[in-house]
């Protein structure tokens, strides 16, 4: 069973990037129709889905934050990680990693969350 795991610094300066790794076990990240996704829930508000990369490696964005938004993965560690730039306070959320399965159309995996604050 796959599990994962989201790390991180808790708190960014605004203008900073907001750096996030997601590990997992019991897995691949290459396994096909695998999907690897970034997910976030500001305080007070819904969830909202920010991109993911690919079992092949390809990504995807939100286009409200894809200018601003890298994902990228290391199949040597089986981990992926999300770039954010230029963060205000407004991106401050619990931030989470799934693992999302084409076929299925439904999330598999999920890890438990990581609060990042922006602020100064």
């Known amino acids: 069973q796959v599990q994962l795991q989201e790390s991180g610094p808790g708190l960014v300066k605004p203008s900073q990037t907001l750096s996030l790794t997601c590990a997992f076990s019991g897995g691949s990240i290459t396994s096909t129709d695998h999907y690897w996704m970034w997910i976030r829930q500001p305080p007070g508000k819904g969830l909202e889905w920010i991109g993911y990369i690919s079992y092949g490696g390809g990504t995807d964005y939100v286009p409200s934050l894809k200018s601003r938004t890298s994902i990228s993965r290391d199949t040597s560690k089986n981990q992926f990680t999300l770039q954010l730039s230029s963060v205000t306070p407004e991106d401050t959320a619990v931030y989470y990693c799934?693992?999302?399965?084409?076929?299925?159309?439904?999330?598999?995996?999920w890890g438990q969350g990581t609060l990042v604050t922006v602020s100064s």
């Open positions: 799934a693992k999302y399965i084409g076929t299925l159309r439904a999330f598999n995996a």
